[in-house]
């Protein structure tokens, strides 16, 4: 049995800061004021009101959301999302709905969203095996579109959009695998959704923040759960939400409030992370050969191969002897994969950048 807590450098459900993980074994007998677990505490109690409202000021204050917007906490994960979005925003709209397909997930988006309605995809980058990104300037937006959908992290190709689109249409971002990674400009987004269980949480909540006109276009006709207006106008209580999920999310938004000093502070350290990490791979660029472009790589989640799989499997394998765990890419895309979320350590960082450059010297 490990007795070590190791480098986890999964991709999703991933690592979380100590000192949350420290505060949930503290407070999971008895949460302060409470008498009971969160586990057990109703979700309509002022202590779990409290949380969760707690929660949503955090998220609040951290991405500086505008009055315009609405945070949701709900349930069935981003895939949810791929088929919600269009659910609210394409049915009923005269205009299709326009897709940036740039990786594994934008295109199971796509395809959730053609069962709802028309869908034009003006950017398809299978051509370049999804590594590389378009520039605005790349792609036709309609104004008239019902909305433009983006994925903003590929989590599995390891390639990233790292600044905020204008578009004349509702922009929908999946930021599942990087939301809070650094600040967003929110009043450029129509929606932003994200899974908890990369950068905020665990499994089992999803965060929805949507801009509230655009509320308006769920139809009557949904079912209730898939409707936006219904958890917006029932402040994420129309259902029991996943009371669990969102105290913890609100414990790593306290911990990137108070230990990190915000999303600036966390976009700087994520910037070094990933800085140290692609100089390793820059350095033996023979030894590790990145899947994307490197103006377009990720700062959350790394992707490169090795000349060989028994070189990869050696390398995996001392990787775990230092205590480097998950470090497997993708069955689809193969190699390495290292997700350097925002609660990854530094010093995680580091060993395996010490690794590279040692497998490198001793398989040159
Ligand atoms: C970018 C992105 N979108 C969507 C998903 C799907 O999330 P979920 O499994 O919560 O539905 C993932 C998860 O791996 C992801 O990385």
């Known amino acids: 049995m490990t007795e070590k807590r190791l480098f986890n450098f999964s991709a999703g459900p991933a690592v979380l800061p100590v000192s949350v993980l420290e505060t949930i074994r503290d407070q999971m007998l008895c949460l302060p004021g409470c008498g009971a677990s969160i586990l057990e505490i109703s979700h309509r109690s002022k202590q779990f009101i409290a949380i969760q409202e707690q929660t949503k000021q955090r998220l609040i204050r951290l991405l500086k959301i505008p009055q315009t917007h609405e945070v949701l906490f709900l349930q069935g994960g981003a895939r949810l999302q791929f088929s919600m979005v269009p659910m609210n925003l394409l049915r009923g709209s005269a205009a299709p709905a326009q897709y940036i397909v740039t990786g594994s997930w ?26 590389q990104l378009p520039k605005p300037s790349e792609v036709t937006v309609r104004p008239d579109a019902a909305y433009l959908h983006l994925t903003s992290n590929e989590t599995i190709q390891g390639i990233q959009f790292q600044e905020d689109w204008q578009v004349p249409c509702p922009l929908v971002v999946d930021c599942s695998s990087d939301f809070m990674y650094r600040p967003l400009d929110i009043s450029k987004y129509g929606i932003v959704y994200a899974c908890a269980q990369k950068n905020a949480g665990p499994a089992g909540v999803t965060v929805v923040i949507i801009r509230k006109d655009l509320l308006e276009r769920s139809g009557d006709s949904l079912p209730g759960y898939l409707s936006y207006r219904n958890h917006a106008q029932e402040d994420s209580m129309w259902n029991t939400p996943p009371t669990f999920g969102i105290y913890v999310m609100g414990l790593v938004a306290q911990w990137l409030e108070e230990s990190i000093g915000g999303l600036e502070a966390m976009h700087r350290i994520n910037q070094e992370k990933a800085r140290l990490l692609y100089a390793a791979m820059d350095r033996h660029p023979t030894m590790y050969m990145g899947h994307a472009k490197p103006q377009d790589r990720s700062l959350m989640n790394a992707t490169y191969k090795l000349p060989s799989e028994t070189l990869e499997n050696a390398f995996l394998a001392e990787a775990k002897n230092l205590g480097l765990d998950s470090l497997k890419g993708h069955r689809s895309v193969g190699g390495i994969r290292a997700s350097i979320y925002n609660a990854m350590p530094l010093e995680g960082v580091q060993t395996l950048v010490q690794l590279m450059d040692s497998f490198a010297s001793k398989h040159a």
């Open 106 to 131: 934008g295109k199971y988006a796509v395809g959730e969203a053609k069962k709802e309605g028309p869908v034009e995809v003006i950017y398809d980058g299978s051509s370049n095996n999804y590594s």
